[in-house]
């Protein structure tokens, strides 16, 4: 190979970005739990479903240093076209509350869009929830699914279904076969975890 | 300033690729003092043998010990070592 | 092999692997563990036929990688932060060797205060101890930079170690799409290792001797030729990379976006070009002329190229996610060294010291005071 000249700017071969990075289409979230509780595994499901929907994405933790039961954070972004930003999520689209004790704590609605949603794990109607902010609030009783199809407290991988249901930026397709390739080696707990997540999605969809 | 006492050939790395090479240094010509090993007290107990830092006591067919004075820098660790006195430093004459 | 979502360490791992190393001697550090836990994986699934050193320290580790390369095998490790300090004895002593081992740099902040979060002050720190330095932006980037940096620092007119810096947490613990080579194309890419020296009791040699004041200069010099030749090497195979996996990253040296008319640009390393490739788009929709250079390479240094891609620019701010503590950021004097017979004016900006995260405000920030001829600082 002939040794290589000094490039200049104009080159083509300088600029690898076949596709300008662009907010179009961009959807942000941020996923809230507690140590433990498995924010973390559930953004990255939430990537790789995306992924089997044909789109780039990036999840991400919040980089603390993980300890059992103190609020943790984790993001994820979806879009259409590549991902290059790599600040945190500031203004989510989509808020998820795994855990509803954190709300005394966390300002769960944090720079959340106004035209956001903010998904709460409870069985409490979403009026009796005042975030301050104008992003709709959707609640669903994530935990009583859990304990009734799982027999433990598990909700992160479940909640992507009612976060599929909530906001159809995912199919529960890929949801599915994100939990399937990530479980691979607890097939039942995967099984359990697609049927949680199921449930949750029907009974928002109202089947 | 220190010179290097091998002729290094400027190798990648500084990797010496002749075995041995070390051999060709001959520092007995360091000595000033000479280790003088009389047989006859010799007990061959293998002391100055054992303790020689250089390497430079060799043990012959018959199983007597022998210095080599062309690596032998003349410590004197043997007889100081030596059990029986056999060994005693001379100064150099060159 | 298709696209697939991993974590970036992972991902590298993989990368690793397609590349076969036979020895990894490892000890554990955060952000760096990630990479050769995929490693042990594979090892202990037979899918790796290597050798994991469990060593008792970073000195150790980069010990044992000294060892098992001059033994005459391909190797790898990762480190972080206080880890590659404790390597620092032994870091020159790779490069001196030139023995052309690969490691993988998850950089993060220096202590004190205790801080496991990214910043460049580890590798940076490190810079002038004889090791290729590659930084890379993404998770495609990092697999495909090991794969390079084996067949740039094996090569006989090199003969450097090399290290891959990524963004400690930043980038190692993402999770995005990535394509990972097939090991047929790799194996096509890279050949099997053969060391230009190894040690074998069949054929005794020497490594490691004095060099005395009347020879040490010259294998020194040696060393810096190896450098130079390591910036047209790494042309190459980014040329090379190209052609055969439709992957490249710039010119191997520097990347540049939006360069062609711009007035103003950014300069940095890492995750924060990505985060400046939006911001840059953003500015430009607002009718403001700026661009980006990635610096891909930081040793050897892309003096020339940095020369000819800043010859129509009237400003360059540079982003240093470390300090010279008494001075300035180092990479900053790196550039302004580099273009010191132009007339651009150059500031510089310290950010991201300790996982503070830089923001498209920042970078945007950064940019605009540029443009307006205001004086860098602290992004915070």
């Not at chain 1, 995306?50 to 979806?78: L, N, T």
């Not at chain 2, 660790?77 to 430093?89: S, T």
């Not at chain 3, 290729?132 to 932006?137: M, N, P, Y």
């Not at chain 3, 799409?177 to 790799?186: D, F, G, I, L, T």
Request: hydrophobic share 40%; aromatic share 6%.
């Amino acid at each position: 190979m002939a040794p290589s000249e000094i490039l200049v700017p104009g080159d083509k071969r300088l600029d690898i970005a076949k596709t300008k990075p662009t907010k179009k289409g961009l959807k942000q979230v941020r996923i809230h739990g507690r140590g433990g509780q498995g924010a973390v595994t559930a953004s990255q499901l939430l990537a790789i479903a995306a992924f089997h929907d044909g789109k780039y994405c990036q999840a991400f933790p919040s980089f603390g240093v993980e300890r059992r039961g103190a609020p943790v954070e984790a993001f994820v972004r979806i879009s259409d076209e590549p991902i290059h930003v790599r600040e945190h999520v500031y203004e989510p689209d989509y808020v998820i509350v795994l855990d509803p004790t954190l709300l005394s704590s966390v300002d769960v609605a944090r720079g959340v869009k106004e035209d956001g949603i903010i998904i709460i794990n409870s069985n409490k109607p979403a009026s009796e929830f005042k975030l301050g902010t104008k992003a709709k609030i959707e609640t669903i009783d994530m935990t009583s699914v859990a304990m009734e199809i799982i027999g433990k407290p598990f909700v992160n991988v479940a909640s992507l279904g009612a976060f599929a249901a909530i906001t159809n930026e995912v199919t529960l397709e890929s949801i599915f076969k994100a939990i399937e390739q990530e479980f691979a080696h607890k097939k039942e707990m995967g099984e359990l975890n697609k049927k949680a997540a199921e449930k949750l999605y029907k009974m928002f969809k109202g089947e | 300033m220190a010179k290097s006492d091998n002729k290094l050939k400027f190798s990648t790395g500084a990797v010496i690729k002749e075995p041995g090479s070390t051999l060709k240094n001959k520092t007995g010509g360091w000595r000033a003092m000479r280790p003088v090993l009389d047989q006859s007290k010799c007990v061959k107990c293998g002391t100055c043998w054992m303790y020689c830092p250089e390497g430079a006591i060799k043990k012959d067919d018959k199983g007597n010990f022998v210095i080599d004075y062309d690596y032998c820098k003349g410590c004197g660790i043997c007889a100081n070592e030596c059990p029986v006195k056999a060994i005693r430093m001379e100064l150099e004459k060159k | 092999m298709p696209e697939i979502v991993v974590e970036a360490s992972r991902a590298i791992a993989l990368g690793v692997k397609l590349c076969k190393p036979k020895v990894i001697p490892m000890y554990p550090i955060t952000p760096q563990t990630h990479i050769v836990e995929a490693l042990a994986e594979m090892i202990n699934n037979g899918e790796l036929e290597a050798e994991m050193i469990h060593v008792e320290s970073e000195h150790s580790a980069c010990s044992a990688l000294l060892g098992a390369q001059a033994a005459g095998v391909r190797t790898f490790s990762a480190t972080s932060s206080q880890g590659l300090a404790l390597m620092y004895e032994i870091l020159p002593i790779v490069s001196g060797n030139r023995m052309p081992s690969v490691m993988a740099i998850a950089n993060r902040a220096l202590s004190a205060p205790i801080n496991i979060w990214n910043d460049h002050s580890d590798a940076v720190s490190a810079r002038d101890q004889g090791w290729i330095q590659l930084w890379v932006e993404s998770t495609q980037e990092a697999v495909d930079t090991v794969i390079q940096l084996y067949k740039i620092c094996e090569d006989h007119s090199v003969l450097l170690p090399g290290m891959l810096c990524l963004d400690g947490f930043t980038l190692s613990h993402v999770y995005e799409r990535a394509v990972v080579p097939e090991q047929e194309q790799v194996d096509e890419f890279l050949p099997e290792y053969k060391p230009y020296v190894k040690l074998d009791p069949e054929e005794p040699i020497t490594m490691g001797p004095i060099a005395f004041p009347d020879s040490f200069m010259e294998f020194k010099k040696m060393q810096q030729e190896a450098m130079l030749n390591a910036v047209e090497k790494i042309k190459e195979v980014n040329e090379e990379y190209a052609e055969q996996f439709g992957r490249s990253y710039g010119n191997g040296l520097i990347e540049l976006y939006q360069m062609e008319d711009a007035e103003h640009a950014l300069l940095g390393m890492g995750t924060l070009v990505g985060t400046a490739r939006v911001v840059v788009d953003e500015l430009r929709k607002e009718g403001h002329k700026v661009g980006l250079i990635k610096l891909r390479s930081l040793r050897p240094f892309p003096k020339e190229d940095l020369i000819k891609a800043t010859e129509n620019l009237q400003g360059l701010a540079v982003i240093d996610r470390h300090i010279s503590l008494g001075y300035e950021g180092p990479l900053f004097s790196d550039v302004r060294s580099a273009l010191f017979e132009s007339d651009l004016r150059i500031i510089n900006f310290i950010a991201g010291l300790g996982g503070r995260d830089i923001t498209q405000k920042h970078l945007r920030k950064a940019l605009l005071s540029l443009k307006e001829g205001k004086e860098g600082g602290w992004l915070l």
